[in-house]
């Protein structure tokens, strides 16, 4: 074959070959970069779900949890807990009342006056649910030995209520502590149409 045919032939059959193949192989090697490019972006994601799904559901709850946690406590934590403290001068069970208080962490002040009943009237303190002491907490009326934890629950609720009331004096409540007896009691709320319902209640002790 001459020299002129050899050329005719690689321009009229093997050339376009050629460029057909080199296409193709440069179009797969395109695709195959592309679909490696994305599942290495997913990799990484795809590797950790698929290893450590508890581990990050976990963590992911406890956050939740105790954003939760700290919601609920901020206000109460936010809260300055101020005690307006009115009792008679001759009343030395208000003092202890007052000192179970002030370990809770309460801002006390203290008001003794001769006309206790007075001031119960004043704060439309139901009869059947007065005590020996009456005190003003953030707006709120406390009658009687009101344990402390009570009152922080009605501060952090804040239902429409005028107040809580332990009528009388009850053994064992704060500030009546008699050794290791604990009677059962009460703790009231009571609104400005003299509904009254029970907030919680304590059992007794022997």
Not at 18 to 32: E, P, R
Not at 153 to 178: A, C, D, F, H, Y
């Amino acid at each position: 074959m001459s020299h002129k045919q050899l050329i005719y032939c690689w321009q009229k059959w093997l050339l376009p070959i050629l460029i057909s193949a080199t296409v193709q192989v440069v179009v797969i090697i395109g695709l195959t970069l592309g679909v490696l490019g994305i599942l290495g972006s997913t990799a990484g994601l795809s590797y950790a779900q698929a290893v450590f799904p508890s581990s990050v559901a976990g963590n992911a709850q406890l956050v939740s949890t105790t954003r939760h946690i700290q919601e609920q406590q901020t206000p109460l934590k936010s809260t300055v807990l101020n005690a307006t403290v009115y009792h008679s001068p001759d009343c030395n069970c208000c003092g202890g009342w007052i000192d179970h208080l002030k370990a809770q962490g309460f801002k006390i002040t203290d008001f003794s006056t001769p006309d206790i009943e007075a001031v119960k009237q004043k704060y439309n303190v139901p009869d059947n649910l007065s005590s020996c002491h009456t005190a003003i907490v953030n707006g709120y009326v406390i009658e009687g030995h009101v344990p402390a934890d009570d009152i922080k629950r009605l501060l952090q609720e804040k239902p429409n209520v005028v107040g809580l009331s332990v009528p009388q004096m009850p053994v064992g409540t704060p500030g009546m502590e008699i050794g290791n007896r604990k009677d059962p009691f009460s703790v009231f709320s009571f609104d400005r149409q003299d509904s009254v319902a029970v907030f919680n209640k304590y059992r007794g002790q022997s």
